[in-house]
């Protein structure tokens, strides 16, 4: 059975007024001081108003899901030692100047990319599959490509931005798409070309390094993993998990495609982009591009499609069940950028958006 491990980047806030705060630092001493013989999970990231963690890798979900709640929990926990918490937002609801950490590649990044780094205080989730060697997960990647737009509509959790309603559901999407290496990728065919490319592309001198391949999916540098990186992170700990749970079923699925010699799907480079904005645009709430016809369709038949798609792989790995309970809990109740759209309009108030989405963070749902 694949292994999966996820990182959540979590924005930091004042207890109080929902502001976020620029105190990662800080957040990050509290753990190292409480756990200081423990492998730590926690880790700063571009802003200093963001904190991050990573999971051990699972093959179990119900491990996963004590992984994802337990990481959560520890954060709120240390972050309420400084007198702030966490929110599983994937943009800031209200108006911010973002802080960028310290570090000389931190520095690097301000000085090259300038207004468009110093606004990048996003917010994602990454979703880390095992694969057995580069050439089956650059097969998988050859494979999976159509079907990242629709994770992107299942997780969307960013409606605001700078105190204003972006009109889009992850309008994280779209300021994450502002660097020049983000995005869908073309099909690579090989191990050796996709290396290839990733070293063509550092090479420009562009990128300060491989860290900077921003694809919706990749390689992990790190691990001998497929990490999926399109998604926003989500607003509650469940929706993580099923996100983790058909990430891992496209790539067995696509693993054994490319096994039986079953021919690529090959939508261009412009549809899959295409197909990405209408996801961000709209998330569950409008049409999608459907992955196997690049043409519109309903949100949710599109998101079973994908069901379907990746039904054998849950079957086998006995996640069927509470994948379906768990899809059908977001279908009815909607994804996190619905969720604090129906907190605006209940409230009124963009602080109390923030304050409701600190509790729903760290609930423990079923």
């Not at 001493?29 to 700063?44: G, L």
């Not at 097969?139 to 997780?155: H, K, N, P, T, Y």
Request: aromatic residues 6%; negative net charge.
């Amino acid at each position: 059975m694949r292994s999966v491990g996820v990182e959540e980047e979590l924005l930091l806030v004042d207890a109080a007024t929902g502001e976020p705060r620029a105190v990662s630092a800080a957040v990050l001493a509290v753990a190292s001081r409480e756990a200081p013989d423990e492998e730590q999970v926690f880790e700063s990231e571009l802003q200093r108003q963001q904190l991050e963690f990573a999971t051990r890798p699972c093959t179990r979900t119900e491990e996963l899901a004590a992984e994802i709640r337990r990481c959560r929990a520890e954060a709120a926990h240390h972050a309420k030692d400084i007198g702030v918490a966490v929110a599983a937002l994937a943009t800031s609801p209200l108006p911010v100047s973002a802080s960028v950490a310290v570090g000389a590649r931190y520095h690097w990044m301000a000085e090259r990319f300038g207004l468009a780094l110093q606004e990048q205080l996003t917010c994602g989730c990454h979703v880390h599959v095992s694969v057995d060697s580069d050439e089956e997960g650059v097969a998988v990647l050859d494979r999976i490509r159509s079907w990242l737009s629709v994770l992107i509509a299942l997780s969307a959790n960013s409606p605001f931005w700078q105190g204003r309603d972006s009109d889009y559901s992850s309008y994280r999407s779209e300021v994450w798409g502002r660097w020049p290496s983000a995005g869908p990728t073309e099909i690579f065919g090989s191990a050796d070309r996709y290396h290839r490319q990733v070293r063509d592309m550092v090479g420009t001198g562009v990128l300060r390094d491989e860290g900077m391949i921003y694809f919706d999916a990749r390689l992990s540098h790190r691990y001998p993993t497929v990490e999926v990186r399109v998604a926003d992170v989500c607003l509650d700990a469940g929706s993580t998990v099923l996100l983790a749970v058909l990430v891992r079923g496209l790539v067995e699925t696509a693993a054994r495609q490319w096994q039986a010699g079953e021919p690529l799907a090959e939508p261009g480079q412009p549809l899959l982009r295409l197909a990405t904005w209408q996801a961000a645009r709209y998330g569950l709430e409008g049409r999608l591009l459907h992955p196997l016809t690049m043409r519109p369709a309903p949100a949710e038949t599109v998101v079973r499609a994908l069901f379907d798609h990746v039904r054998d792989a849950l079957d086998d790995h006995g996640d069927t069940k509470p994948a379906q309970e768990a899809l059908a809990r977001l279908l009815r109740d909607g994804n996190g950028a619905a969720v604090q759209r129906a907190i605006l309009e209940r409230t009124g108030s963009l602080r109390d958006v923030v304050t409701e989405c600190v509790s729903l963070t760290c609930e423990q749902r079923p």
